[in-house]
């Protein structure tokens, strides 16, 4: 199983990226899928969470800008962020409750925010 991150960027702060976050190789079925950011200096933190059913949970610092989704039948998650501050930059990582076989994370993808 393979999860492949893309999206990221530049973007000036106000603006809005979209990440997406596809799972290839031997899938059952996915129970959670996320996203996650680590800035430099900082631990690896959650943003957002989708459970199979559609239920979401955020972190408090992106709730109201960032809207995470997914296509079951595609295996991809997504996290549309808007209105970009320059403390969003980080790399944020998709990863992946695979019901057969365990957590998976993608490689990463680099989401900067100039002021």
């Known amino acids: 199983v393979q999860l492949q991150a893309s999206g990221g960027g530049l973007v000036q702060a106000g603006g809005s990226l979209r990440l997406s976050c596809a799972a290839s190789?031997?899938?059952?079925?996915?129970?959670?899928m996320g996203w996650y950011r680590q800035a430099p200096g900082k631990e690896r933190e959650l943003v957002a969470v989708?459970?199979?059913?559609?239920?979401?949970n955020y972190a408090d610092s992106v709730k109201a800008r960032f809207t995470i989704s997914r296509d079951n039948a595609k295996n991809t998650v997504y996290l549309q962020m808007n209105s970009l501050k320059p403390e969003d930059t980080a790399v944020y990582y998709c990863?992946?409750?695979?019901?057969?076989?365990?957590?998976?994370w993608g490689q990463g993808t680099q989401v900067t925010v100039s002021s």
């Open positions: 990863n992946a409750d695979m019901s057969t076989t365990g957590w998976y």
């Open positions: 190789g031997s899938i059952f079925s996915i129970n959670t």
């Open positions: 989708i459970t199979s059913g559609g239920s979401t």
